[in-house]
Structure formats: structure tokens, C-alpha cells
């Protein structure tokens, strides 16, 4: 099977306009993936699985990635004039400091396709879409015109981190119902409060369940008859 | 010696079941039991009366029961259409196949035509050619009937 | 009541002896048909006790019906999804009473080794009252089997008449469960007080 940097260049031959990135993957297994722009995404698709070599017809996993806003303390050589006393006399002197700056870097989603060859036995070739924030510009293609596999997967990623697949059949929620509002599997998602009653409550858990039993020992002063 | 008189103004033989003998016109009870229980289909009625009530008395026990034991407790989730939890929606009715009513259509006719064929074969050796050769003429048409159904495909069923 | 003894005495002369109440029980706790409801894994275990190996019939649960007005029993075998719970308390107001639930498996219970996630309702108790509970993951068929006989000597010391008499048997009891909202955010309401009220714990 071709290496990272040969499919690249395949698919940048095939379908001129298409942006590709290698993302390297420095672990063991080694399994790098290629990033790819939504723009040309859907002819690319064609191009992988419609090709000679690379035949790769079975879309095996497609899943979802919640890249969070991240904070980033940078310390950076900044040349400012300050007043110093210099033998004695006050003068202005240009000094270099570093200087802990923070900036935040806008967070996305992604998706991630792994694609395996049953013609060829090959695989897996991984790739990687990318949506510009978390909040409002979340559309991607859909890939399901090209691996009908990708139409309930797609679907579980819309509902769970709120990707949404342009071109898709039936963009609808799947493990939730449809009036559900929140996108569980993203990273600010918080569980709704039903921990009522914990038996072996610890930590996080016991507080709140020491709160219900608070407020519905304040609601009902009575108690409610059961365990006293 | 004179034979003693007879009284001939009365009954000839004296007759001693007068008494019990029916007034003309009226039944006592002994007799209308006698005439019933003579009647050949006495046991008949008897054992139906027997089946009927084998049925009805459990059913009768058991309304009892409900009426004493158990209220009636209906409520609005209890009495709404099962549709396997969720909440009907949709009509009920449904396009069938008319697969189902050619069946049953034909079975009909070739029904009443066996029931029109029984007595026919009962009477059969008493009967002349002419009415042999009317029955024929009715089974042809049947049949003739029946031809053209296989021929259109009725009788398969896929 | 007849004293025990006598009714051993007796019966070893071939007289037997009972009551009204003894013999009506008996007859609905040999015959609880189980209702076909299998959410997950305990399903399989459910259709193992049912095969021939550990053989359900034997006590009672010849078919399992279709339909919930011809079912006694709903074995709640599986996690409840927060999506389904909705459609098991339907189907559990649908049973016609007299009507038994059995809670099979962690996840019936209180929500099992899923408990955090998302979409997991934390124990079907907090909606529609539960008979027997079989803690498992999943319980072994001889499990289910000794909850079934758990359940069948409950139904035998059930009275027919006075305070202790089971909720079908009384006109006032209430044999509605509110089937719960899918809201925006979670079930509403989370839990039915009537049922599941929030126990304390004595530590």
C-alpha cells in the first residue's frame, strides 16, 4: 500500500483544488492521517474509492473529535523602553523581557474517516475534516453519496457533538429523540442533575446528592416516611 | 232363577282407571312428564342443556367474581391502541391483497357447486339419461368458469 | 385458616382441605405469562431461562404473549434508554392488571455499569413499582428462575380482601403511572415521587 506521502500526492494529481495536509501521528502504531479541506472533499472521496490502486470501497468508522477553545500562556521577547538607572544617571534604555502572553485558540470539530480496501486488502487510510468553530460554522460534506456506511455514523455524530453533514440523505438525531437540545459527547456538556439518591456516594456525587436530600429534606419538613 | 241385572246405561266395562283418567282437554302433571320423557329427543335436550350451562357457568362464576373482587379501573394509557409503547398514529386501515378475496371467492362457487352435486348423486340411480346430461352441461359451465381463472393467473399465488 | 397439622392429618386420610384465597393464588402464580420484552443482554439470558436447558414453562410461563393486555408479568431485562423509558411505562399502563414486573439485571435496577452515560435512565423503579429486583450483569438463568419463585410466593401471600390486599383488588388505588416526558434537556419529570421516593440514607 502507498505510504502517507504517495496517497497525498495521488489525490492532489486526481482532483486538482484539493487540500491536503498530513497530521502526523507520532505514536507506536504510526497511523498517520490526512487532513482535507471541505472543499474538494466529496470529489476526493470519488477519487478514493473509484481509483485502481488505492480501491478503497469499505468506510469502516467514521467518528467525531471536540477540540476545545484552548487557552495558550505564551512567553514572548518583547523590546520595550523603559526608565533605568544606568551609572547612576535616569535614561531611557530599550530592554528585551519576556512576557507571558495568553491568547486563545478557537477550538472545532472534527470527523474522522477510516477506510479499508476489500478489494485490495489494504488499510486503513485515515482522514480527517476539520469544521471552522464549535459554535456556529459547523458544516461539512457528507460523505454518505459516496459509502452508504457513512449515513447512521454521520447521523450519531450530528447528534452527539452537532456536525452539521451537508448533502446527507436524513440529518437526523439517532441515539437521542429530536426534541433533545444539547450534544452530549462534546466537552462542555453537562450531565442533567438526577442523582438523586447515590448509595456508595463519593466525592462530586456525595455533594450533590447531600444537596437533593438538603433541599427536599427543606421542601418537605415532615420527611418523606421512608428510611426513618 | 233370574240373572241379576245388568246396568247397561253406563260404561260397558266398569272401568276402574276412571278416576285417574284425564278430564278430555287437560293434562295433569305425571302425564305431560310421561309424554316428555318418552319423546325420542329427550336425552338431546337434556344434553344440551348440560353443554350449555358447562360453558356458561364458568363465565357466570367469573363475572360474579370480577363484580365482587376486582373493580374496573379503566384509565386513558390502559384503553389507548397498542403500538408496541409508542403512541398510536396513522389509520389502521391497510391495502390488502386481493389474493385473499379470489380465494375465498372461488372456493365459494366451487362449494355451492358440490352442494348442488350431493343430492344429484344421491338420487343418481333413479334418474335418466336426460338429467345426467343437465347435470353435465351445469359442471361444463363450471368448469369452463374455473379454465378461464387458471388461465388469468388466479390460482397462483405469489 | 386450618391449623397445619390438621390439614397433614387430614390429608393423609385423602381429605383435602383449603381456602378460597390459598386456591386463587395458586392458580394466578402457576400461570404468569411473562410479557416478550428484552431490551439487552438479559434478554439472552431471558431466552436461555426460556430454552430448554433451564426450562421457564415448567413454572408457569408457558408463552410469552405479544401483546401487554395478555401479559401478568414484564421482566425488564436490559438497560432502559432514557428514549425507551417513555414506551416501557406505556406498555406497562397497557398491561391489564393483576401486573408484575421484574427488574432483571444491573441496569433495570438502578442503571448498571452505564449508569453515567447520557442516555441512561437510572433504574426503570423510579417510574413504574418493581416486584423483584435480580441484581447480575447479567444474572445467570438459575437467577431468574429463583426471582420467578421469589415472585410466585409473593403472589401466594397476597389476601384477596382487608388493608394488605394488592392494588388491582382495591377501587381506590391508583393503577396509573404518568409516562414521562422527552424534554429538552432530560426526561421530565425524572422521577415519580409516588414510586420512587428518594430514600434516606442511614450511615
Redesign the interface.
Known amino acids: 500500500m502507498k505510504t502517507v506521502e504517495e496517497i497525498k500526492a495521488a489525490i492532489e494529481a486526481a482532483v486538482p483544488g484539493a487540500v491536503v495536509e498530513i497530521v502526523l501521528n507520532p505514536s507506536p502504531s504510526g497511523q498517520h492521517s490526512l487532513r482535507l479541506a471541505p472543499g474538494h472533499a466529496v470529489e476526493v472521496a470519488q477519487f478514493l474509492r473509484d481509483d485502481a490502486e488505492l480501491a478503497l470501497d469499505f468506510l469502516s468508522n467514521v467518528t467525531g473529535v471536540d477540540w476545545p477553545d484552548k487557552e495558550i500562556t505564551e512567553k514572548v521577547k518583547v523590546t520595550r523602553t523603559v526608565m533605568k538607572t544606568v551609572d547612576g544617571v535616569e535614561q531611557q534604555v530599550e530592554e528585551t523581557v519576556d512576557e507571558a502572553r495568553k491568547r486563545v485558540v478557537p477550538g472545532y470539530l472534527e470527523v474522522v474517516y477510516h477506510f479499508f480496501s476489500m478489494a485490495k486488502k489494504h488499510g486503513p487510510v485515515v482522514l480527517r475534516m476539520r469544521t471552522v468553530n464549535r459554535t456556529d460554522q459547523v458544516e461539512l460534506p457528507s460523505l454518505t453519496p459516496i459509502w452508504r456506511s457513512a449515513e447512521f455514523q454521520e447521523r450519531e455524530i450530528f447528534d452527539l457533538y452537532g456536525v452539521v453533514f451537508t448533502g446527507h440523505p436524513d440529518l437526523r438525531r439517532l441515539l437521542m429523540w429530536d426534541g433533545f437540545k444539547d450534544h452530549p459527547m462534546r466537552r462542555d456538556y453537562v450531565d442533567p442533575d438526577d442523582y438523586e439518591y447515590e448509595p456508595t456516594a463519593h466525592d462530586a456525587v456525595l455533594a450533590r446528592a447531600a444537596a437533593h436530600k438538603a433541599a427536599q429534606q427543606s421542601a418537605s419538613p415532615e420527611g418523606t416516611g421512608v428510611g426513618q | 232363577m233370574r240373572a241379576p241385572k245388568l246396568d247397561l246405561t253406563g260404561p260397558v266395562c266398569p272401568n276402574s282407571l276412571a278416576k285417574t283418567q284425564p278430564k278430555s282437554g287437560t293434562l295433569n302433571r305425571k302425564d305431560f312428564i310421561f309424554k316428555m320423557a318418552s319423546n325420542p329427543y329427550f336425552s338431546l335436550a337434556v344434553l344440551f342443556l348440560a353443554a350449555l350451562g358447562f360453558g356458561l357457568a364458568p363465565l357466570a362464576l367469573a363475572w360474579l367474581w370480577a363484580r365482587v373482587f376486582s373493580p374496573a379501573k379503566p384509565n386513558e394509557v390502559k384503553n389507548s391502541i397498542y403500538e408496541c409503547g409508542l403512541e398510536a398514529r396513522g389509520d389502521a386501515w391497510v391495502q390488502f391483497r386481493s389474493a385473499y378475496y379470489l380465494y375465498a371467492i372461488i372456493f365459494l362457487i366451487f362449494d355451492v357447486e358440490a352442494v348442488f352435486l350431493l343430492p344429484f348423486a344421491v338420487a343418481f340411480t333413479g334418474l335418466g339419461a336426460a338429467a345426467c346430461g343437465a347435470m353435465l352441461v351445469f359442471v361444463l359451465m363450471l368448469i369452463e368458469g374455473l379454465a378461464w381463472a387458471w388461465a388469468k393467473g388466479v390460482l397462483t399465488w405469489a | 385458616m386450618v391449623d397445619e397439622g390438621l390439614k397433614i392429618e387430614l390429608g393423609k386420610q385423602g381429605v383435602f382441605v383449603t381456602t378460597i384465597q390459598e386456591l386463587y393464588n395458586w392458580g394466578r402464580r402457576s400461570s404468569i405469562w411473562p410479557m416478550q420484552f428484552g431490551l439487552a443482554c438479559c434478554a439472552i439470558e431471558m431466552i436461555a431461562t426460556t430454552m430448554a436447558r433451564y426450562d421457564l414453562a415448567r413454572f408457569g410461563a408457558e408463552v410469552f404473549r405479544p401483546?401487554?393486555?395478555q401479559a401478568d408479568l414484564m421482566i425488564i431485562s436490559g438497560t432502559v434508554t432514557?428514549?425507551?423509558a417513555?414506551?416501557?411505562v406505556?406498555?406497562y399502563?397497557?398491561m391489564?392488571?393483576p401486573r408484575y414486573v421484574i427488574a432483571m439485571g444491573a441496569c433495570a435496577i438502578s442503571g448498571g455499569p452505564f449508569k453515567?452515560g447520557?442516555?441512561v435512565l437510572?433504574g426503570i423503579d423510579r417510574y413504574i413499582p418493581v416486584d423483584v429486583h435480580i441484581p447480575g450483569c447479567p444474572p445467570r438463568p438459575e437467577a431468574l428462575l429463583q426471582a420467578f419463585i421469589t415472585l410466585q410466593k409473593k403472589i401466594d401471600g397476597q389476601p384477596?380482601t382487608g388493608e394488605g390486599r394488592p392494588r388491582?383488588?382495591?377501587?381506590e388505588a391508583?393503577?396509573?403511572f404518568p409516562?414521562p416526558e422527552?424534554?429538552?434537556?432530560?426526561l421530565e419529570p425524572?422521577?415519580n415521587k409516588g414510586v420512587w421516593?428518594?430514600?434516606?440514607?442511614?450511615r
Open positions: 401483546s401487554p393486555r432514557k428514549k425507551m417513555p414506551q416501557v406505556r406498555l399502563n397497557q391489564a392488571e453515567q447520557y442516555n437510572k384477596l388491582y383488588l382495591d377501587a391508583q393503577g396509573e409516562v422527552q424534554g429538552e434537556h432530560d425524572t422521577s421516593p428518594i430514600p434516606v440514607v442511614i
